[in-house]
T-cell receptor, first 109, second 112 residues
Framework: GQQVQQSPTSLVLQEGENAELQCNFS?????MQWFYQRPGGSLISVFY???GTKQSGRLTSTTVIKERRSSLHISSSQITDSGTYLC???????????FGDGTQLVVKP | GPKVLQIPSHQIIDMGQMVTLNCDPV?????FYWYKQILGQQMEFLVN????????KSKLFKDQFSVERPDGSYFTLKIQPTALEDSAVYFC??????????FGSGTRLTVL
């Protein structure tokens, strides 16, 4: 079954609106990360966030590892924020990293 | 930031041929991963390494796949023979302490 569940699957915003992306994990995990991917592009790490809250500019990530969830908040969205946001968890003694299906974000002018 | 280099960026081959994908991770990184992503679909784990040794292979890691580290620096993923369902983008990634994962730009493999 799916170990990393992301919601929503897709999101369309007007420029300037805020976005809240969710990630839930079905098993215990050691840590988690958020990534950004443009269509056909590589993955860029947004946050490595095993617990607590981290902020970078307009992006804020909050992970509550005991509750097996993490969120990514994008404030004052911009057109260039469009793309797919993936969350991933690392679990087990072999440090295997599992990915969710991603949230496709479209920010319109 | 740290760079993970993958070559080639694109590869088109006929079904049944062999292909070798190459990846040069960040020099001091201990953890290394290969992933497969079919267009528009999920990033799927293939295999990972710690300090050059295989840690885990997924069910996707078929007998036709093999991984090596020829000279102790870069990694290769070889598929022999290739099948149509092997068409995908193959990403490699590395990290220092199983924390922030740095990805290469991927190799887009098309099997005809």
């Amino acid at each position: 079954g799916q170990q990393v569940q992301q919601s929503p699957t897709s999101l369309v915003l007007q420029e300037g609106e805020n976005a809240e992306l969710q990630c839930n994990f079905s098993t215990s995990l050691n840590s988690m990360q958020w990534f950004y991917q443009r269509p056909g592009g590589s993955l860029i790490s947004v946050f490595y966030n095993p617990s607590g809250t981290k902020q970078s500019g307009r992006l804020t990530s909050t992970t509550v590892i005991k509750e097996r969830r993490s969120s990514l908040h994008i404030s004052s969205s911009q057109i260039t924020d469009s793309g797919t946001y993936l969350c991933a968890m690392e679990r087990g003694s072999n440090n295997r990293i599992f990915f969710g299906d991603g949230t496709q974000l479209v920010v319109k002018p | 930031g740290p760079k993970v280099l993958q070559i080639p960026s694109h590869q088109i081959i006929d079904m049944g041929q062999m292909v070798t994908l190459n990846c040069d991770p960040v020099s001091n990184h201990l953890y290394f991963y290969w992933y497969k992503q079919i267009l528009g679909q999920q990033m799927e784990f293939l295999v990972n390494f710690y300090n050059g040794k295989v840690m885990e292979k997924s069910k996707l890691f078929k007998d036709q796949f093999s991984v090596e580290r020829p000279d102790g620096s870069y990694f290769t993923l070889k598929i022999q023979p290739t099948a149509l369902e092997d068409s995908a983008v193959y990403f490699c990634a590395s990290s220092y302490r199983a924390e922030t994962l740095y990805f290469g730009s991927g190799t887009r493999l098309t099997v005809l």
